[in-house]
């Protein structure tokens, strides 16, 4: 099968989506398909149109690759692609719609506030700064809505770190959220094709525990899978992720990251709470995803040949 | 972070984050034909290996580089490098084991900083002002070492036109560091890529010149006055020093570049090279005089900047609640890239400034660059200010008041995170 694979593009996650690709493009190789690389550029279409592929394995990470702008794309030009289509991309990508379809839907997820950077500018949003930390109270995690990894996430311990952290977050985004941290075990649950696969639980060194950005570094968090969990944690966290997909209507892949609540925490944080979908998540030799199917018994090949299987005919403009 | 780094090489964004000189400036024709006479008479010799100290042909085209700036090395000291930074490599492989102390400038050449960190060097780094480091400081750090029985390996500085700072190490310091070498035998390594790229004011002497060799290592490198390409620079020490690090150079690489000697001896027979740093001079006076003016422009009064007489970098400091890391990310939004402080640094700090390089692209650019990097930077602080309800004063202090030490203040930020 001829398969383009779609990698690096615009987005400040191009390194990893770079090394997404070359591996996913090694796999798919060693399983004989014909692979092209391409790196989304201002002649992306007119290259698919010249490639002709029969499916593209979108591995770009971020807006522009993850947040349906590519799988538009794909579906005007009627090229299958790889993972989720187009509305979830769009509900995956912005944390904030992900929070409030997920509260609509009953899906426990950390109490959260959000504002654009007009808020701040033009509507006096700093004035109920006061009332919003009194809601969430501290420690807070400010995040912007539509950024990947860590980047632009800042811990607030007190009210003096807020303005700093939203500053900063500001920068990777016009929309920011301020949402309630919930103390408890970080964990991860790839799913595909509706199945959860074994979770993975990140345990970040205790000087990192604040610092998001170090805790990305290799060797600075490490991860366990699958999680030393209890029977019954288990099948709350993959209830949890499989309603999640359910809701945000995800198909293909995807990968849901959640806090587990302990059992010391105030009642309604205790259990699953979801953090967000990722899309499209990494699929480099140290990501997540990949662990969780290595655990399950499937090689890194297996799932990009699953991952291939799943993809979907272009639905969004199908007559009819 | 290395992932932002990594967009900055896109061709559509205006990079002012490498340092990269403007080899466009070099007449291809002369190229031509210098490698085409390498090509016709020396073939066979320029293919093969040569020497682990680099051809004599070299070392003379080195001292006639270093005669210029007043010092006359023996030729036995001097060993031909792949790059400055092999020459910089190779001088902690040399001195450094792990847990060694190391010191050198904060904020520091941002590639001599993965160096220390490999050797596992515990590096300690001296604020500057705009006279350079301060040495005053250098002194109290070495007696606070010395009563702790911590005897540093050496200290590392940039003194002509600093990477990143821009600034200059002034005479009456270059000469109380060379006396504090002597006083503590500590080994100072000058590494000076820049000294002849000089676009004002008189020239001051190298620590190597002032200390005559002894305590003074040198570092240099043909890569801004000729090409940063042909990755060839150069190590002058005292001979047991020397003779390590060629054990190490034999190691590490053989030997350098055989072709790119023969280039160099090439181009320094034709005996026009100082004619061309003449012209890099003119081009980058003017360069950086586009920078100064598009900063006075377009940044908020929040923000100051160093004004340096050479070199290729200005090194602006924002207010400190800007994380210059966060704000490349907004800034390549906008196709334009900077160098953020803290990779200066080996401990976190530099984190509201930025290192800005003007060498390396067109005035026009230039401009629009540092047009782009002003907006991005008024907005953060426009929405901090309507955040906090604050409107603090300008910050920016002139320099014709105060102690100069107030000018630059390259201060530490509390560790947030």
């Known amino acids: 099968m001829k398969i383009a694979v779609l990698a690096g593009g615009r987005s400040l996650e191009r390194g990893v989506s770079l090394r997404s690709g070359a591996r996913v493009h090694d796999a798919l190789r060693s399983l004989d398909h014909e692979v092209v690389v391409l790196d989304p550029g201002s002649d992306l279409v007119t290259r698919l149109k010249r490639e002709r592929p029969e499916v593209a394995f979108i591995a770009l990470h971020g807006p522009g690759g993850e947040d349906g702008t590519v799988q538009e794309l794909l579906e005007i030009i009627g090229i299958p692609y790889t993972g989720p289509g187009v509305i979830a991309c769009m509900r995956c990508i912005d944390k904030v719609m992900a929070k409030h379809l997920m509260r609509e839907a009953e899906l426990p997820t950390p109490d959260w506030v959000a504002f654009n950077a007009t808020a701040f500018r033009e509507l006096g949003a700093a004035e109920s700064l006061e009332e919003i930390e009194a809601r969430l109270g501290f420690p807070l995690v400010v995040k912007p809505a539509r950024q990947g990894s860590s980047l632009g996430v800042e811990f607030a311990a007190s009210r003096g770190d807020v303005p700093e952290a939203l500053v900063a977050a500001f920068s990777y985004d016009d929309r920011v959220l301020l949402e309630r941290h919930i103390m408890g075990r970080e964990l991860a649950v790839g799913i595909i094709a509706g199945e959860p696969l074994p979770i993975v639980e990140a345990i970040p060194k205790q000087e990192d525990f604040f610092n998001f950005e170090a805790r990305y570094e290799i060797g600075r968090t490490e991860y366990a899978c699958p999680a030393d969990l209890t029977e019954a944690e288990t099948a709350a966290v993959h209830d949890a992720a499989r309603r999640t997909w359910d809701v945000l209507g995800i198909e293909g892949f995807a990968r849901v990251d959640l806090i587990l609540g302990g059992p010391d925490g105030p009642p309604e944080v205790r259990g699953p709470q979801i953090l967000e979908v990722n899309a499209i998540p990494g699929l480099t030799d140290t990501s997540l995803l990949p662990q969780a199917a290595e655990a399950s018994g499937l090689t890194f090949e297996d799932l990009c040949a699953r991952i291939v299987q799943l993809a979907g005919r272009p639905r969004a403009y199908a007559a009819g | ?411 530490r930020r509390e560790m947030r995170r």
């Open chain 2, 1 to 411: 972070m290395r992932d932002l780094m990594a967009i900055t090489a896109r061709p559509d964004v205006i990079s002012l984050a490498g340092g990269l000189p403007d080899t466009s400036a070099f007449p291809p024709a002369s190229f031509a034909a210098q490698m085409t006479r390498i090509a016709q008479e020396s073939s066979a010799e320029a293919l093969q290996y040569g020497p682990t100290e680099g051809f004599e042909g070299t070392r003379d085209c080195i001292r006639e580089l270093m005669a210029a700036e007043g010092m006359e090395p023996d030729p036995e000291d001097i060993i031909v490098t792949t790059g400055g930074q092999q020459a910089i490599d190779l001088v902690c492989k040399t001195l450094v084991d792990p847990g060694d102390a190391v010191i050198c400038e904060g904020p520091t050449y941002p590639g001599a900083v993965p160096v220390f960190s490999s050797y596992e060097a515990e590096t300690y780094q001296i604020e500057m002002d705009e006279d350079g480091m301060r040495v005053d400081e250098l002194e109290a750090l070495m007696r606070r070492l010395e009563l702790d029985g911590c005897r540093p390996k050496f200290v590392y500085t940039v003194p002509s036109f600093q990477n990143p700072a821009g600034v200059t190490l002034s005479g009456e310091r270059r000469r109380r560091l060379v006396e504090i070498a002597r006083e503590y035998e500590l080994v100072v390594v000058e590494d000076n890529p820049y000294g002849l790229l000089r676009f004002e004011g008189d020239p001051l002497p190298p620590l190597y010149q002032l200390d005559g060799g002894d305590y003074v290592v040198y570092v240099g490198t043909f890569s801004k006055i000729l090409s940063p390409g042909i990755r060839l620079g150069w190590c002058v020490a005292p001979p047991p020093l020397i003779e390590k690090i060629v054990l190490g150079k034999q190691a590490a690489d053989l030997c350098t570049s055989t072709l790119a000697q023969y280039f160099v001896i090439e181009y320094f027979a034709e005996e026009r090279w100082r004619d061309y740093v003449d012209r890099l001079v003119e081009i980058y006076r003017g360069r950086r005089d586009a920078m100064l003016e598009a900063l006075e422009r377009h940044f908020p009064e929040q923000a100051e900047w160093t004004r340096p007489a050479g070199g290729l970098f200005v090194w602006a400091t924002l207010p400190e609640y800007i994380d210059t890391g966060d704000l490349l990310a907004k800034a390549l939004r906008d196709d334009v890239a900077f160098v953020p402080g803290s990779a200066a640094y080996v401990d976190g700090r530099g984190s509201s400034a930025m290192r800005l390089n003007f060498s390396g692209s067109g005035e026009d650019e230039i401009r629009e660059g540092i047009r782009r990097i002003g907006r991005v930077v008024r907005e953060q602080v426009a929405l901090y200010e309507t955040i906090t309800g604050e409107h603090p004063r300008p910050a920016r202090v002139s320099t014709e008041h105060g102690d100069p030490a107030d000018v630059l203040p390259l201060r």
